[in-house]
């Protein structure tokens, strides 16, 4: 039985909130996908062929069943990074870092995460990429200190700026990426809702 197949036993709580990020990213990549200027080839929801036939699926990307992309982002994107604890601490970050571990791989967004907590909660924590206990738990004394909804919104603010800087990096290093430069932006930047920051998992 898959992690995801788990969640989904479960119902609520993490389980329950980890299938809405989880929608909310299948919503946003969409279907198939092979443009000959991404790097990833093949894409169905998100998921790239390297990263489906890593996973165990052998059959045509056209055709993934969505059960197959939600478990590969679920244990992939979720837990594997160190992600699915935050989830009942702060939904809405967890999402942001999810999106972005997605579109970019973990350890950028998880860098990013760690020194924002370092610069809003004025704490010393280690800034490898590693989103571990520590992390969690430096994230969840912060805001106990200043507030759920404040600190949301600070870290998202933070965490959409490294990223809109990043994509600005990429398409100078590699023009060719330019195509997606506006996507990215319109997007994947300020795309999780602020009014959110506060709200329970759900």
Known sequence: MTLLATAKQKGAGIGAAA????????????????????????????????????????G?????????????????????PGLAPLIPIDAAVTQELFDTTVNMGPARPSRWFQQGIIAICRTRIAVD???????IAAYAACQQSIGATTLCTRMLDRLDSSQRAEYDRLVRVNPTLRVFHKGWLAHRVGNVDRAKCGAPAA
């Open 60 to 80: 045509p990307m056209r055709t993934l069943p969505r059960e197959v992309a939600e478990s590969i982002y679920y244990d992939r994107y979720l837990v594997k």
């Open 129 to 135: 990429g590693q989103i571990g206990p520590r992390t």
């Open 19 to 58: 299938l809405s990020i989880i929608a909310a990213a299948i919503a946003l990549e969409g279907g198939y996908v092979n443009h000959s200027a991404d790097p990833g080839g093949e894409t169905n929801m998100g998921v790239t062929v390297a990263v489906a036939r890593n996973a165990g699926y052998t």
